[in-house]
């Protein structure tokens, strides 16, 4: 699912390789079901000081580690591939949201005293690791840019998802929501959201040559229901 809706996010795991320039920041808030408001546009500060944000409900939540952000754009800018760990621990898949550049390898060690059968059937990239227990590990790297859908064969609740991007910008917000990325080049960006309740979200932006670009995002609270 792919929706297009005003709002920007936290890149809080950055790599960037240019001159400082402008910076994107705000916060994610969650409201109920149905009260969700249209989202404010951005203020652009030219003098460089932080603009203040409207009001959240301050709410904190695990739920903001399982959205994943990236930032898009024309120009090129790949990120070197990293190893990243997704475990099967307690019979979940730990953590349950990944972001990776493309070319990652993703680990997936069995810390149960039980089988598991890890696999997705995602169009990005299939694999079946087959069953292997405890204290064994299996591997996958991800070549292509796109969203990996995670299970286990053996046990239907586990699940987790895998987002491999292009972009050398992507990460997750903090733990209240919040969000800053600093020493963005000035032009025209698409930024990317995906949570499991509501699928990828998108916005084309705008960065200016100098200051700062604010926006906030509201997220039903519904959407971070497992």
């Known amino acids: 699912m792919s929706r297009t809706i005003g709002y920007v996010v936290a890149l809080l795991c950055?790599?960037?390789?240019?001159?400082?320039?402008?910076?994107?920041?705000?916060?994610?808030?969650?409201?109920?079901?149905?009260?969700a408001k249209i989202f404010a546009p951005a203020i652009y500060d030219l003098r460089g000081i932080a603009v203040s944000s409207s009001s959240s409900n301050g709410k904190t939540?695990?739920?903001?580690e399982r959205i994943a952000i990236w930032l898009e754009s024309k120009i090129p800018a790949p990120a070197q591939p990293v190893k990243a760990v997704m475990r099967q621990r307690n019979r979940r898949i730990e953590p349950d949201t990944l972001i990776v550049p493309v070319g990652?390898?993703?680990?997936?060690?069995?810390?149960?005293?039980?089988?598991?059968?890890?696999?997705?059937?995602?169009?990005?990239?299939?694999?079946d690791l087959g069953y292997y227990a405890e204290g064994r590990?299996?591997?996958?790297?991800?070549?292509?840019?796109?969203?990996v859908q995670v299970y286990c064969h053996v046990h239907p609740n586990?699940?987790?998802?895998?987002?491999?991007?292009?972009?050398?910008?992507?990460?997750?917000?903090?733990?209240?929501?919040?969000?800053?990325?600093?020493?963005?080049?000035?032009?025209?960006?698409?930024?990317?959201?995906?949570?499991?309740?509501?699928?990828?979200?998108?916005?084309?932006?705008?960065?200016?040559?100098?200051?700062?670009?604010?926006?906030?995002?509201?997220?039903?609270?519904?959407?971070?229901?497992?």
């Open 14 to 35: 950055t790599c960037l390789t240019h001159a400082a320039g402008s910076e994107i920041s705000g916060r994610i808030v969650t409201e109920k079901a149905g009260s």
């Open 61 to 64: 939540s695990n739920g903001y």
């Open 158 to 226: 586990m699940y987790g998802v895998i987002v491999v991007t292009a972009s050398r910008w992507f990460g997750k917000p903090a733990q209240d929501g919040t969000f800053a990325l600093s020493n963005l080049p000035s032009g025209n960006y698409r930024m990317c959201v995906w949570q499991k309740s509501v699928g990828v979200m998108h916005r084309n932006i705008t960065v200016p040559e100098t200051g700062s670009l604010r926006m906030n995002v509201a997220i039903p609270d519904e959407a971070w229901e497992n």
């Open 104 to 127: 990652s390898t993703v680990e997936f060690p069995n810390l149960d005293p039980i089988f598991h059968n890890i696999f997705s059937l995602s169009r990005t990239q299939s694999f």
């Open 137 to 147: 590990s299996r591997s996958v790297t991800f070549s292509h840019p796109g969203i």
